[in-house]
């Protein structure tokens, strides 16, 4: 059982990356699928998440209008489309699959960074 979060890397402010949350070993689609984003001595926050069938989403107020969250239950595989990067949005991003009356997996983090 395995959540892997990549897709990170280096870019310019104003650029654009793709972050992808693949799941293994279990079926992602009965679980809703969220990212979190930390800066090392910053509170984790909370940047994005969507449900099962993916009807419904969520957006922190620092990323509305610019990240987009999807879900394609095929591929088992939920992304972040992360447009108009910002250096503030520098971070290891982390994705993470619930459900109720299972445990939580977590993927390990993957490193953005945006340069000025």
């Known amino acids: 059982v395995q959540l892997q979060a990549s897709g990170g890397g280096l870019v310019q402010a104003g650029g654009s990356l793709r972050l992808t949350c693949a799941a293994s070993?279990?079926?992602?689609?009965?679980?809703?699928v969220g990212w979190f984003r930390q800066v090392p001595g910053k509170e984790r926050e909370a940047v994005s998440c969507?449900?099962?069938?993916?009807?419904?989403?969520y957006y922190a107020d620092s990323v509305k209008g610019r990240f987009t969250v999807s879900r394609d239950n095929a591929k088992n595989t939920v992304y972040l489309q992360m447009n108009n990067l910002k250096p503030e949005d520098t971070a290891v991003y982390y994705c993470?699959?619930?459900?109720?009356?299972?445990?939580?997996?977590w993927g390990q983090g993957t490193l953005v960074t945006v340069s000025s």
């Open positions: 070993g279990f079926n992602l689609n009965y679980y809703a």
């Open positions: 969507i449900t099962t069938s993916g009807g419904s989403t």
């Open positions: 993470y699959a619930k459900r109720r009356f299972a445990p939580t997996y």
